[in-house]
């Protein structure tokens, strides 16, 4: 294997999470608008990837909880006003870098270029990058789903090593989920690096599966 000069990451659950989970907003949402709550945050999460095309985060919520009311037999435009109180009430640029992110970051930055690939446009990207100060160690942010298709497709890592001008045999991408980071790495043909967000090590078929951000200190693939 050549040596490896890049690596990728993905960024929710992986280098951050939000400081109030969705499923808490989601819940404000419904009292807001004086609703008992006729969806999970699960079957939300669920329903989501069903809606295609390239709009904008927040216009494809609206467009699941459009469903999501008529599925439950309500106008859609319950859906459309529980969508907008939702907006109102999170805040993306609430985020905090999971335990240990931050020094792995800054150990692999002195060896590696680093990159980023998210699933997710600028409406919600964007404000959790900035809040991170993320842009000035990125070579590359390459939002899937808006400007790619969504992971696991593998076009938005080949658009990030084009992007840096490198080969999949130089390049890493760490993520937490093997349905989405895993499959879109081995897709691309690049080393994949897991740190499960509760999948269990066995079911992934990646090449490194860690048990916290912080091994990647170690730089495993060196192993």
């Known amino acids: 294997?050549?040596?490896?000069?890049?690596?990728?990451?993905?960024?929710?659950?992986?280098?951050?999470?939000?400081?109030?989970?969705?499923?808490?907003?989601?819940?404000?949402?419904?009292?807001?608008?004086?609703?008992?709550?006729f969806f999970t945050w699960d079957e939300y999460?669920?329903?989501?990837?069903?809606?295609?095309g390239t709009e904008s985060d927040v216009r494809r919520r609206e467009q699941c909880f459009e469903r999501l009311a008529e599925a439950d037999g309500r106008d859609r435009a319950v859906g459309r006003r529980l969508a907008y109180v939702y907006e109102g009430l999170r805040d993306y640029s609430d985020v905090a870098y999971i335990n240990g992110a931050e020094d792995a970051l800054d150990s692999?930055?002195?060896?590696?270029?680093?990159?980023?690939?998210?699933?997710?446009?600028?409406?919600t990207q964007s404000p959790k990058i900035d809040a991170l100060g993320l842009r000035t160690l990125m070579e590359t942010v390459v939002l899937a789903g808006w400007e790619t298709?969504?992971?696991?497709?593998?076009?938005?890592?080949?658009?990030?090593?084009?992007?840096?001008?490198?080969g999949p045999d130089e390049t890493v991408y760490v993520g937490n989920s093997a349905r989405s980071?895993?499959?879109?790495?081995?897709?691309?043909?690049?080393?994949?690096?897991?740190?499960?967000?509760?999948?269990?090590?066995e079911e992934s078929a990646a090449d490194h599966v860690l048990d916290s951000i912080t091994a990647l200190r170690s730089a495993p693939w060196r192993a």
Request: with cysteine; hydrophobic share 45%.
């Open 1 to 37: 294997m050549a040596g490896i000069t890049t690596v990728l990451f993905d960024l929710d659950e992986t280098l951050c999470d939000q400081r109030r989970h969705g499923r808490a907003v989601l819940s404000e949402a419904f009292s807001w608008c004086g609703l008992d709550p």
């Open 45 to 52: 999460v669920a329903a989501v990837h069903t809606v295609g």
């Open 108 to 123: 692999l930055a002195d060896e590696y270029r680093l990159g980023l690939v998210t699933n997710g446009g600028p409406d």
């Open 149 to 166: 298709p969504a992971k696991p497709d593998p076009e938005p890592l080949d658009v990030a090593m084009a992007d840096l001008g490198v």
């Open 181 to 201: 980071d895993g499959a879109a790495a081995e897709a691309a043909g690049v080393t994949s690096v897991l740190v499960p967000d509760g999948a269990r090590p």
